[in-house]
C-alpha cells in the first residue's frame, strides 16, 4: 500500500502542482493571446467590409452611434449578446456591417480543448515519472532511518553502507555513520573501565569481607559488615553488567511453571509482595537468569517505590508493580540507565538492577517493559517468548 505521505509522493505532487501551474499560465497566454488576434481581424475584416460593401450596410446599431465622434469616424464593436453566433460591428455615423465571429469563437473553444487535454497528458507522464526520480533518494533516506533505528534499539555495530555522490543524504548517512562509530567507541571504553574497576575491587573486597568477619561482636562492626556487604553486591553486579556488555552469557532453557516459579522467587528475596497466578503457565526459558530478573524487579519495586508490592502471571507475562511515584519520564524514554536511578523522589540506588534485568532479558529472550499505573505505581512487565 503506497504511503502517500513518504518524500516520495510528496514530490510527486509537488512537480504536478508545478507542471499544473505552468500548463494554466501557458494556457492562459495562448487563450488570451489567441483571443486578441482573433479581434484584431475581425476589427479589419468588418471595417474592410464597410469601405468595399456600401451596399450591403444596416442602419448602425445603439451601441456603436454612442461610440462615433464624427462624421468620418469608423466604429467597431463585438456583439457577443447571442453566446454562439457573436458578431463583429463596424459603422460611419449613417450605416453599418456586421462580420460572423463564429468561425473564430469555435476554432477558441477548440484550442482550449486541446490544450486542456495536451496538460493532461503531460502530467499523466510527468508525474510517474516525477515519482520513479524520487524512489532512489527516497529509498537512501529509508535505509539510513532503518539504521538509525537499529542504533536506538541498540545496534552500534548497524551502518547505512558505502555512501555514494556528494549530495545531502549522502551527508547524512556520513553522519549517522559517524554518530554510530562514536557512541560505540565510548560504550566500549564505559564497559571496559566497568569491567576494570570491578575486577580490581574484586581483590580487596574479599579482604575485607574476611576481615570484617574477624571483628568482634558490636554496633561497629555490623555497621561495617553491612557496608561490606553493600560494596560486595556492587561489585558483584557490576561483574554482572560487564559479562552481559560483552556477550559473554548465554541462556539454557528448560520448560518452567511459571506460578510456583514466582512464588519460590518471591520467597527467596524476603520482601513481601502479593502474587497472583491465572491458570498454570509453563514458558521455556533460562530458570537462573528469570530468577535474576524477577528479583531485581521486586527488590527495585521495594525499594524505590511503596507497598503492597504485586506480581501477577497471566499466561507468559510476568508483571511486577508497586504503589509509588512511578517510573521517571527519562527511564521511560531512554530505558535504565546504570548509575541512574531517575528520580530523587524514587529513592537512592546505583541504577544497576534494572540495568542487569533488561541485559538478562535480552539473553533469554524476553522483552522487558516499563510504564506507570494510571492509578499509580510503577509497572514492569516481562514477556516470555
Not at 85 to 92: G, L
Not at 248 to 259: F, H
Request: overall charge neutral; proline content about 6%.
Amino acid at each position: 500500500m503506497p504511503r502517500w505521505r513518504s518524500l516520495r509522493w510528496q514530490v510527486a505532487a509537488l512537480v504536478a502542482v508545478a507542471s499544473g501551474v505552468v500548463a494554466l499560465a501557458v494556457g492562459v497566454l495562448v487563450h488570451r493571446s489567441t483571443v486578441d488576434r482573433g479581434m484584431t481581424v475581425g476589427r479589419e475584416q468588418a471595417v474592410t467590409a464597410l469601405l468595399t460593401e456600401p451596399g450591403g450596410s444596416e442602419a448602425p446599431p445603439p451601441e456603436l452611434i454612442s461610440r462615433l465622434k464624427g462624421a468620418g469616424d469608423i466604429a467597431t464593436w463585438y456583439d457577443d449578446s447571442a453566446p454562439d453566433t457573436p458578431w463583429m460591428w463596424a459603422a460611419t455615423g449613417t450605416r453599418a456591417v456586421k462580420v460572423d465571429m463564429g468561425t473564430d469563437l469555435r476554432n477558441l473553444r477548440a484550442l482550449d480543448r486541446h490544450i486542456v487535454l495536451a496538460s493532461l497528458g503531460v502530467l499523466g507522464v510527468v508525474v510517474p515519472l516525477a515519482a520513479l526520480a524520487a524512489e532512489l533518494p527516497n529509498r537512501r533516506l529509508r535505509r539510513v532511518a532503518r539504521t538509525a533505528r537499529r542504533i536506538t534499539e541498540g545496534d552500534l555495530d548497524a551502518r547505512t553502507g558505502p555512501a555514494h555522490g556528494r549530495d545531502e543524504i549522502t551527508d547524512i548517512a556520513t553522519a549517522v555513520d559517524t554518530m554510530a562509530g562514536a557512541l560505540h567507541d565510548r560504550l566500549r571504553v564505559e564497559q571496559r573501565f566497568t569491567a576494570d574497576v570491578a575486577h580490581e575491587l574484586r581483590t580487596p573486597l574479599m579482604g575485607l569481607v574476611t576481615s570484617a568477619e574477624l571483628l568482634p561482636e558490636g554496633e561497629a562492626t555490623d555497621l561495617v559488615r553491612d557496608r561490606v556487604g553493600v560494596l560486595r553486591t556492587l561489585v558483584e553486579n557490576l561483574l554482572e553488567i560487564s559479562r552481559l556488555d560483552a556477550g559473554a552469557e548465554s541462556a539454557d532453557r528448560i520448560p518452567v511453571p511459571l506460578g510456583p516459579f514466582t512464588a519460590d522467587c518471591l520467597r527467596r528475596t524476603g520482601l513481601p509482595s502479593e502474587i497472583t497466578v491465572e491458570g498454570e503457565p509453563v514458558a521455556v526459558t533460562d530458570p537462573r537468569r528469570l530468577d535474576r530478573i524477577l528479583a531485581n524487579l521486586v527488590v527495585n519495586a521495594h525499594r524505590h517505590g511503596l507497598a503492597p508490592v504485586e506480581v501477577r502471571v497471566a499466561g507468559t507475562t510476568i508483571v511486577v508493580r508497586d504503589h509509588g511515584p512511578g517510573f521517571p519520564e527519562s527511564l521511560l524514554a531512554e530505558g535504565p540507565q546504570r548509575f541512574r536511578t531517575g528520580a530523587s523522589e524514587r529513592g537512592r540506588g546505583h541504577g544497576l538492577g534494572l540495568t542487569i534485568a533488561a541485559g538478562q532479558a535480552a539473553v533469554i529472550g524476553a522483552r522487558l517493559t516499563f510504564g506507570n499505573d494510571p492509578d499509580g505505581g510503577a509497572v514492569a512487565r516481562v514477556r516470555l517468548n
